[in-house]
Structures are given as structure tokens and as C-alpha cells.
């Protein structure tokens, strides 16, 4: 269970904290709580002395609390210096008892530190006054001045203002999800063999989430297949008229030619492509089921969605398909929504085992679509049995690759150079650099590549467990006012696609799951996250933490730790309460201001 001492004296306004937090944010901080325990939170009034702030952020908590999504934070930039400084300083004293406090490497005083690698030399200073209060709750505040007063009950009377349009906006909490039979008749049939997208992925998720009740809460949204135009948003012209036009026989007749050298095809096609009678109905109906998905939740009408869909598309390349993915869904939502719908940031998160290289190729200079994948990658020996040259080949997706001319920062890339990735390496890639840099960005809509192929038992070798697949979804519910996309990607085998897309949407529908166990990094995974991470410091003002620690000295003020408290209280330490004989009583106090 999580208790929170909920003191709401941090807020714009408390003149006893004269802080500068937002009421927005404490919804935020609740709901990242949520993730942990299962959901099973407590949350206990302290403080609070400004009415305003103070009746704004416990209306921001409890509309997390009662499943709402936070309201949408502005893009927070690089945090204060001196909040930096603290917050090394208590991971430094810390990380020996912690295994997640593990990103920070030791300070060697003998070997200078590599280029553009800070040190940080904690210090355990009280910056206090010289004679401690015998109990500061009660001593005097500074309060504001009669004009600051004025500009903080402006400031935050525009705050409820802009809180209750969001509020208005949201007038459903449902989740929706897009489905079709049609999709089924891809790659079927006797002549389709050795086909891992098969048609049985799509029923083993929608029975078992009809079998469970999860679809009887849901809202099924309206299918139709993609639109005359809408394929060339992502794909260029030649491929897309193939795309919007082509018959199941001519995608047959390319597919079953592809391997043949003396076939005189105008398109490149892979040979892991497969089509069936079907197929040209298929790929249209996988755009536009994902389509009506988002248009559903950018509209307000659902809260969240999911878009049962296949083929997959995030292989899918503007000039070709690739990888059993025909046209790229993802991508072709994305380009919807800045092209047509008029969105200036879209998040695109991706962790389907695969590097989703289709999807990188078409943002890789746009800066309105931030692009983050976790998947395996290269480890440098080609070794197949560690990780080794994993698809799609080639160096694309590798940490370096950051994007290009005014995309540069834009795409971000942490490839797992090993095998095996659990629950805990996937948590902290998601708490070290996917959610501090979303919300640097600030998007108004994420889409999600679901690839359930790093899960646990699949083909990619992994382990994430549906636990994991929770916990990322819920994560990402706390960006862009809750709009999140979820669009299927990989995942074959049967019990992996049933718990996974169950786990994802209970998830979307803030219902519990039962099994939460500590998590904490790899070793291996550790020095993949720090590659990405030393990677994007220079683009992302929000990563401040890789730095090399010094080990902790104390203040030479402070007293040695075998002398007792109360003469500690003398000396004016902190965290040394004053001796219980030195408090003096209620009527004893004079309480000024």
C-alpha cells in the first residue's frame, strides 16, 4: 500500500512553503503513485494555506484518484539547478541500498572523466537559520507582498480557467477498441504457410477479452477502410495508388515472384511477405480501423483505445513493405494528425520487440513527432545467441541515430544489446528517459506500436511480463490529457497475446492487476539505458542526472552522529529534532503572521 502525507503547502501561493507548484501537478504525482501497489493508495491532508491553490490541487488529486486522467502539464523545460544538486545528493548516500539508484557512475579521482561527463561532489549542508525554532510550524512566514498577492490570485484563477475547459472536454471516460473480421482473411488459407501473422492472432485477443468482459465495458468504434488520399500522407505516390487500388491477385502474383531475379518488379518487396485472396481488403481495413480509433479519442467521444489490427505496419516503409507489415498504421495515423487534424506534437512509443525502422525513416527530420523505441539491437559481435544483428538489419536502429537536420533530438532509440529484458529493465528505460523526456515534449496525442513480442515465452526472447505491459501503458496515461493509442503490432504466440492485450487494456480502463513484484534493472540493462541516455543529454534539457559522483562528505558544521539529539537542536542541524524537554507547549507559543 502507498500513504501519501499530502501537504499542499509546495503550492503557488502557500506563503509558508513560497513555492512555485502547479495544482496540475499533484494530479500527475498521484497518478504516478497509482502504478505502484496495485492501485491501493491512501491519501492524507497536511498542509495547504492558500485556499485557491490549495482547493485546486486536492480537486487535481482526487480526480486521479477517481480514474480521471491528470490534467495536461505545459512542457517542463531544465529543472533548477539546485533541485538537481539535492536530488544527487540523496541518490548519492542512497544507491547502496537501492538497486535502481544505479545511473549515476562512481567518481574515480585518478581517471579524468570522459568528455562532456560532469562531477558532482555531494555535499550535506544545512543552509538554515543560525538558531533553529524550537518547533518551525509555528514560527512566523514571510508572507507576500499586497501586489504579489495579486499576481499569484491572477495566475491562478487563469489556471482554473484553462483546467475547467479540459475538464469540459473530457465528457467520457470509456475506453474504445477497433475490431473487424475482415482483417482475418489475411495470409490465409492452405497455400499461406510458415506465416507467423497469422489470422488466429486477431481471435485469440478478441475472444478472450470478450470471454473476460473487458469488450462488454468498451465502446467498439465504427470500421471502415482507409480513404482515397489517406495512404499517401505516408507512402509515396506510386506505392500508395498500390496500396489504394491493388487487387488480392496482384499482391499475390508480387509476393509469390519476389525471390526471383529475372522477375522485372518496379517495387522492392521482402521475402517475409505473405498475401492471400483478402489481403488488399486487409491492409485498408488495418488503417482505417486504427484511424477511427483516433478520431474517436482526439474528438473526446473515448478517453483511450486500442486498435486490434493486422497486418502490422511499423516495417512498412514509404516506398515498400517490409517485415509482414503492408502500410504503415502508425505512421499514417501520425501524419493524419499533423497533417489534417492539426496537432503539433504526436508521441510515438514503440516497444514492440523490433525496431520499428519504417516509422523512424518517415519522422527522422520532423520535429512534431517524437519517436522512442526499445527494442534489440546490435551488441557489436553479430552474435545471434546474445542479441546479436537482430531485424530489422543494418545500424538504423541504433542509439546514435538521433534524427536529422531540424528532427535532430527527435528520435530516440535504446537497443537491448542482450536477450532477456524483464519487467524491471523496461520500468527503468520508461523512468530514466521515455516519460522525463515526454514530458519535456508535451504531446497532444501518443500512439503506441503494441508489439507483444518482447513478452515473455514469444519469438523475441524477452521477458516482459503482462505486469510490465501494464505498467507502460499506465505510464503513458499521464501525457497529452490521457489521449493514448495503443495499435497491435507483434506477439504470436497464443497465452502471450491473450494475458498481454488484457493486461494493456485493464490498463486503459484504470482497473487493477493483481500481480506487482519489485523490479529493478539488470546490470546489462543498466549500461544500455546509460548509452541512451548519454546520447540524448545534449537534446533534452530534462536529463541532468548522468553525471560522475563524488564520494559524500558532510559539512564540517554538522555534528559527529553518536552526539544526541538534543545537542544536536543546539547546534541547529538538520534532521536532529529538538529534544522533547526543549518544545515548548501550545499555550506557551505566541503564533504571529
Same mark, same amino acid.
Request: hydrophobic share 40%.
Given at each position: 500500500?502507498?500513504?501519501?502525507?499530502?501537504?499542499?503547502?509546495?503550492?503557488?501561493?502557500?506563503?509558508?512553503?513560497?513555492?512555485?507548484?502547479?495544482?496540475?501537478?499533484?494530479?500527475?504525482?498521484?497518478?504516478?503513485?497509482?502504478?505502484?501497489?496495485?492501485?491501493?493508495?491512501?491519501?492524507?491532508?497536511?498542509?495547504?494555506?492558500?485556499?485557491?491553490?490549495?482547493?485546486?490541487?486536492?480537486?487535481?488529486?482526487?480526480?486521479?484518484?477517481?480514474?480521471?486522467?491528470?490534467?495536461?502539464?505545459?512542457?517542463?523545460?531544465?529543472?533548477?539547478?539546485?533541485?538537481?544538486?539535492?536530488?544527487?545528493?540523496?541518490?548519492?548516500?542512497?544507491?547502496? &541500498?537501492?538497486?535502481?539508484?544505479?545511473?549515476?557512475?562512481?567518481?574515480?579521482?585518478?581517471?579524468?572523466?570522459?568528455?562532456?561527463?560532469?562531477?558532482?561532489?555531494?555535499?550535506?549542508? *544545512?543552509?538554515?537559520? #543560525?538558531?533553529?525554532?524550537?518547533?518551525?510550524? =509555528?514560527?512566523?512566514?514571510?508572507? =507576500?507582498?499586497?501586489?504579489?498577492?495579486?499576481?499569484?490570485?491572477?495566475?491562478?484563477?487563469?489556471?482554473?480557467?484553462?483546467?475547467?475547459?479540459?475538464?469540459?472536454?473530457?465528457?467520457?471516460?470509456?475506453?474504445? =477498441?477497433?475490431?473487424?473480421?475482415?482483417?482475418?482473411?489475411?495470409?490465409?488459407?492452405?497455400?499461406?504457410?510458415?506465416?507467423?501473422?497469422?489470422?488466429?492472432?486477431?481471435?485469440?485477443?478478441?475472444? &478472450?477479452?470478450?470471454?473476460?468482459?473487458?469488450?462488454?465495458?468498451?465502446?467498439?468504434?465504427?470500421?471502415?477502410?482507409?480513404?482515397?488520399?489517406?495512404?499517401?500522407?505516408?507512402?509515396?505516390?506510386?506505392?500508395?495508388?498500390?496500396?489504394?487500388?491493388?487487387?488480392?491477385?496482384?499482391?499475390?502474383?508480387?509476393?509469390? *515472384?519476389?525471390?526471383?531475379?529475372?522477375?522485372?518488379?518496379?517495387?522492392?518487396?521482402?521475402?517475409?511477405?505473405?498475401?492471400?485472396?483478402?489481403?488488399?481488403?486487409?491492409?485498408?481495413?488495418?488503417?482505417?480501423?486504427?484511424?477511427?480509433?483516433?478520431?474517436?479519442?482526439?474528438?473526446?467521444?473515448?478517453?483511450?483505445?486500442?486498435?486490434?489490427?493486422?497486418?502490422?505496419? &511499423? &516495417?512498412?516503409?514509404?516506398?515498400?513493405?517490409?517485415?509482414?507489415?503492408?502500410?504503415?498504421?502508425?505512421?499514417?495515423?501520425?501524419?493524419?494528425?499533423?497533417?489534417?487534424?492539426?496537432?503539433?506534437?504526436?508521441?510515438?512509443?514503440?516497444?514492440?520487440?523490433?525496431?520499428?525502422?519504417?516509422?523512424?525513416?518517415? *519522422?527522422?527530420?520532423?520535429?512534431?513527432?517524437?519517436?522512442?523505441?526499445?527494442?534489440?539491437?546490435?551488441?557489436?559481435?553479430?552474435?545471434?545467441?546474445?542479441?546479436?544483428?537482430?531485424?530489422?538489419?543494418?545500424?538504423?536502429?541504433?542509439?546514435?541515430?538521433?534524427?536529422?537536420?531540424?528532427?535532430?533530438?527527435?528520435?530516440?532509440?535504446?537497443?537491448?544489446?542482450?536477450?532477456?529484458?524483464?519487467?524491471?529493465?523496461?520500468?527503468?528505460?520508461?523512468?530514466?528517459?521515455?516519460?522525463?523526456?515526454?514530458?519535456?515534449?508535451?504531446?497532444?496525442?501518443?500512439?503506441?506500436?503494441?508489439? *507483444?513480442?518482447?513478452?515473455?515465452?514469444?519469438?523475441?526472447?524477452?521477458?516482459?511480463?503482462?505486469?510490465?505491459?501494464?505498467?507502460?501503458?499506465?505510464?503513458?496515461?499521464?501525457?497529452?490529457?490521457?489521449?493514448?493509442?495503443?495499435?497491435?503490432?507483434?506477439?504470436?504466440?497464443?497465452?502471450?497475446?491473450?494475458?498481454?492485450?488484457?493486461?494493456?487494456?485493464?490498463?486503459?480502463?484504470?482497473?487493477?492487476?493483481?500481480?506487482?513484484?519489485?523490479?529493478?534493472?539488470?546490470?546489462?540493462?543498466?549500461?544500455?539505458?546509460?548509452?541512451?541516455?548519454?546520447?540524448?543529454?545534449? =537534446?533534452? #534539457?530534462?536529463?541532468?542526472?548522468?553525471?560522475?559522483?563524488?564520494?559524500?562528505?558532510?559539512?564540517?558544521?554538522?555534528?559527529?552522529?553518536?552526539?544526541?539529539?538534543?545537542?544536536?537542536?543546539?547546534?541547529?542541524?538538520?534532521?536532529?529534532?529538538?529534544?522533547?524537554?526543549?518544545?515548548?507547549?501550545?499555550?506557551?507559543?505566541?503564533?504571529?503572521?
Amino acid at each position: 500500500m502507498v500513504i501519501v502525507s499530502a501537504g499542499y503547502d509546495a503550492a503557488i501561493g502557500c506563503p509558508e512553503g513560497r513555492m512555485n507548484v502547479s495544482p496540475a501537478f499533484y494530479g500527475h504525482f498521484t497518478h504516478a503513485l497509482m502504478n505502484l501497489a496495485g492501485g491501493k493508495i491512501a491519501v492524507i491532508l497536511e498542509g495547504g494555506y492558500c485556499a485557491d491553490s490549495l482547493s485546486e490541487g486536492v480537486a487535481c488529486t482526487l480526480e486521479v484518484l477517481l480514474g480521471r486522467p491528470p490534467i495536461p502539464l505545459p512542457a517542463l523545460g531544465r529543472p533548477d539547478q539546485s533541485v538537481v544538486d539535492s536530488i544527487l545528493n540523496v541518490i548519492s548516500v542512497l544507491r547502496d &541500498h537501492w538497486k535502481g539508484l544505479v545511473f549515476q557512475d562512481r567518481f574515480d579521482v585518478g581517471v579524468p572523466p570522459s568528455k562532456g561527463m560532469k562531477v558532482h561532489k555531494p555535499e550535506v549542508v *544545512f543552509n538554515g537559520p #543560525t538558531e533553529p525554532c524550537a518547533n518551525e510550524a =509555528y514560527c512566523a512566514s514571510v508572507l =507576500y507582498s499586497a501586489s504579489e498577492r495579486v499576481d499569484i490570485r491572477h495566475r491562478l484563477a487563469a489556471l482554473k480557467s484553462s483546467y475547467d475547459v479540459f475538464r469540459k472536454s473530457k465528457s467520457s471516460l470509456r475506453t474504445c =477498441y477497433g475490431y473487424d473480421i475482415g482483417m482475418l482473411d489475411h495470409a490465409s488459407g492452405p497455400l499461406v504457410t510458415d506465416v507467423w501473422d497469422t489470422p488466429q492472432r486477431l481471435e485469440w485477443i478478441y475472444d &478472450h477479452l470478450k470471454h473476460c468482459g473487458i469488450l462488454h465495458a468498451c465502446h467498439a468504434v465504427d470500421v471502415l477502410p482507409a480513404g482515397k488520399g489517406k495512404m499517401a500522407l505516408f507512402h509515396d505516390s506510386t506505392y500508395a495508388e498500390v496500396l489504394e487500388t491493388a487487387s488480392d491477385e496482384a499482391f499475390i502474383q508480387t509476393v509469390k *515472384f519476389h525471390t526471383d531475379p529475372a522477375t522485372d518488379i518496379s517495387l522492392r518487396w521482402a521475402a517475409d511477405l505473405f498475401a492471400s485472396k483478402g489481403s488488399a481488403d486487409a491492409i485498408r481495413l488495418a488503417v482505417g480501423c486504427l484511424q477511427s480509433v483516433v478520431d474517436e479519442v482526439l474528438g473526446g467521444k473515448s478517453l483511450n483505445g486500442f486498435a486490434i489490427v493486422r497486418p502490422p505496419g &511499423h &516495417h512498412a516503409h514509404s516506398n515498400h513493405p517490409a517485415g509482414f507489415c503492408f502500410a504503415n498504421n502508425v505512421g499514417i495515423a501520425a501524419k493524419t494528425l499533423i497533417e489534417q487534424r492539426g496537432l503539433k506534437r504526436v508521441l510515438i512509443v514503440d516497444y514492440d520487440v523490433h525496431h520499428g525502422d519504417g516509422v523512424q525513416e518517415a *519522422f527522422y527530420d520532423d520535429p512534431r513527432v517524437l519517436y522512442i523505441s526499445i527494442h534489440r539491437g546490435l551488441n557489436g559481435t553479430k552474435s545471434k545467441e546474445n542479441g546479436g544483428d537482430f531485424y530489422p538489419l543494418g545500424p538504423g536502429k541504433g542509439a546514435k541515430n538521433v534524427g536529422t537536420r531540424a528532427g535532430v533530438g527527435f528520435n530516440i532509440n535504446l537497443p537491448w544489446t542482450e536477450k532477456e529484458k524483464a519487467d524491471g529493465d523496461y520500468i527503468s528505460a520508461f523512468l530514466q528517459l521515455v516519460m522525463p523526456v515526454a514530458y519535456e515534449f508535451a504531446p497532444e496525442m501518443t500512439l503506441v506500436c503494441c508489439g *507483444f513480442d518482447a513478452a515473455a515465452g514469444d519469438k523475441g526472447q524477452m521477458s516482459v511480463s503482462p505486469a510490465g505491459f501494464y505498467l507502460m501503458t499506465r505510464m503513458l496515461k499521464s501525457l497529452a490529457g490521457g489521449r493514448l493509442v495503443l495499435a497491435l503490432e507483434g506477439g504470436y504466440k497464443q497465452e502471450v497475446l491473450e494475458q498481454s492485450s488484457e493486461a494493456v487494456m485493464r490498463a486503459l480502463m484504470d482497473l487493477p492487476l493483481v500481480k506487482q513484484e519489485s523490479l529493478h534493472p539488470s546490470e546489462k540493462a543498466v549500461r544500455d539505458i546509460k548509452s541512451a541516455l548519454d546520447i540524448q543529454t545534449p =537534446y533534452w #534539457t530534462c536529463l541532468q542526472y548522468r553525471v560522475l559522483l563524488e564520494e559524500p562528505s558532510v559539512n564540517p558544521q554538522a555534528p559527529p552522529p553518536n552526539q544526541s539529539q538534543a545537542q544536536a537542536s543546539e547546534q541547529g542541524v538538520v534532521g536532529n529534532p529538538p529534544s522533547e524537554e526543549s518544545i515548548p507547549s501550545l499555550s506557551e507559543l505566541t503564533i504571529t503572521g
